[in-house]
């Protein structure tokens, strides 16, 4: 393996009101991830925190490296413990340009809950044939999402784990795969 | 109004296999958007067809103006026939980035069947308040997501038509509304 | 030929306090392009205007067509006499990246006077293997790298022009050959 | 302070034929922003080497975080020793693209020689004010624009350095300025 697996963790922005149950979660893949050596990618905000950014904050908790990936041309991001070991700054606009970069960067994802940024990071994805690991239970289009291949293409199939430490298991199974080609 | 309105068509990529039908529904939107004196705009692609590029060979047989949008930095395109006025050459890959400047330089789309590249544009349009009109009937993501909202946000809801003629005169009204703002 | 040659003017934003006669080049610029039946590509600013968007005045004065690529996601740009047939909104940021997409949209761009965006714009145009036409006699980047290859790879010359008119037909030409790939 | 510090190397592509000498000067570029503690983010190509790849070597040889951007989807880069601890894929094609989330994503760029590419992140750095030092002495674009503003907008001046660690030093302190705001 060439480098540390990068993991994308996406999922709901805070605007869609996710329980401190679904918050704790995402912290917890985070915290997995660090464990696991990895790096946790995630979508920096500059308005509002998101389960993507709880990840992050997860991940620093245990002493794991992170990369946010932003909007726009600014730096400042909603990081206020200062979780964010790399910005990347992509210059696209949020809402399907930054998530591109964001998804594209990704080794393999992680994707809990969501509404439409996280339904357009699961198509890219697909799009992009990088695997996508659904923690399901908790509503919104990785659950709807999960066990289905998109299309009819059949290319990488949605892959479900019931648990934190089952999706990042998996994770990192799939995305050494992405990593060593 | 300012400028033509411009009318994006998305819909499946040939490799989804689509029927004659459901092409010549395609073929037929480009030809009522070219009728109104209004721009289709489409998805340029380099390797196969789609109903995009139909929709395009549609309003070109009516004398309509046409957009073609492309990834890479080749301008050379699926478009046997010269049905493209304007060429877009994005720079960005296929399976969003692309997509995602496509999107966003329409005032409305109109979606057709479609797969996990439909799907994102769809998500992606709502994500940038451009309204989207669903021609229903044909299945793929078009289908399943007519009607709804995408998420609990409650934004612009996917407008189901069953005609081209209605799809078309539902773009043209939303459209207005975004062009003139 | 498939198209229409697509003709970017690339110049100096208005923040530059260029002079009227300067305005009045670009302007005759986009005149000459509608003339000669092509396309006028510019960039589309929100903020101020521009010698780019001084060539589309030009252009559709004389009923030609005009295509302005801009940032950002909004469609409202610097157009007070609705001089732009067809909007591009790329998503992307100002300062390069907007530009990119602007420079590789274009058969051929024309250069007149600049700062650091028409400076940019060439760079990017070079590297693309897009052929530059220098206006000279206006200062600015333009002038300084009018006859240059820009570097040792020896690519394509930036061609200097004298008059309008000759800019003109040398992008015409310049461009028949990218347009005909 | 934030985060480290991530300063960018840009400079000539392996195509442009630079010595052995300015190779190693990179290098070393990039060993004293690894004992400074900071991150060099550098440009990763597909094909062949640059001045860029080898200041991110240099940094490696040192203990120091390396962050690789590059174009397309694929992460599969020219990075035969595995100097990379985190690569991002923007998905935009090399020649301007590409660069913008590069030079966006960095504090500080420190030149080096350098051609059309150099040229086009110089440019681009110069529009976000983001601050430039170059290390002068080996021709290029570094050595014509070194101690000029680039246009009449007199925002940040490139900022000459004669050593590599006088560059890092000042790289040091214009990126703290970027990185508190």
Same mark, same amino acid.
Not at 10 to 30: H, I, N, R
Not at 41 to 55: H, I, Q
Not at 139 to 148: E, P
């Given at each position: 393996?060439?480098?540390?697996?990068?993991?994308?963790?996406?999922g709901?922005?805070a605007?869609l009101k996710y329980?401190?149950?679904v918050? /704790? &979660?995402?912290?917890?893949l985070?915290?997995?991830?660090?464990?696991s %050596?990895?790096? =946790? @990618?995630?979508g920096?905000?500059?308005?509002y925190? /998101? &389960?993507s950014?709880a990840?992050?904050?997860?991940?620093k908790?245990e %002493?794991g490296p =992170? @990369?946010?990936?932003?909007y726009?041309?600014?730096?400042?991001?909603w990081d206020k413990?200062?979780n964010?070991?790399?910005?990347v700054?992509?210059g696209?606009?949020?809402?399907?340009g930054?998530e591109?970069?964001?998804v594209?960067s990704?080794d393999?994802?992680?994707?809990i809950?969501?509404?439409?940024g996280?339904l357009?990071e699961?198509?890219?994805?697909y799009q992009l044939?990088?695997?996508v690991v659904?923690?399901?239970g908790?509503?919104?289009?990785?659950?709807?999402?999960?066990g289905t291949f998109i299309?009819?293409?059949?290319r990488?199939?949605?892959?479900p784990?019931?648990?934190?430490t089952e999706?990042?298991?998996?994770a990192?199974?799939?995305?050494?795969?992405?990593n060593?080609?």
């Amino acid at each position: 393996m060439k480098r540390k697996i990068q993991i994308g963790v996406m999922g709901s922005g805070a605007d869609l009101k996710y329980s401190s149950e679904v918050e /704790s &979660l995402a912290f917890e893949l985070g915290q997995q991830i660090a464990k696991s %050596g990895n790096i =946790t @990618v995630y979508g920096a905000e500059k308005d509002y925190d /998101s &389960l993507s950014t709880a990840a992050s904050r997860g991940a620093k908790q245990e %002493g794991g490296p =992170t @990369v946010g990936i932003t909007y726009g041309t600014s730096k400042k991001i909603w990081d206020k413990d200062s979780n964010t070991d790399v910005i990347v700054v992509t210059g696209l606009e949020r809402g399907g340009g930054r998530e591109f970069v964001l998804v594209n960067s990704c080794d393999v994802i992680i994707a809990i809950s969501g509404g439409s940024g996280t339904l357009t990071e699961i198509a890219i994805s697909y799009q992009l044939d990088i695997p996508v690991v659904a923690l399901v239970g908790f509503g919104g289009w990785t659950d709807k999402l999960a066990g289905t291949f998109i299309d009819s293409r059949n290319r990488l199939k949605i892959l479900p784990a019931k648990t934190p430490t089952e999706a990042v298991n998996v994770a990192i199974k799939m995305g050494k795969i992405n990593n060593e080609k």
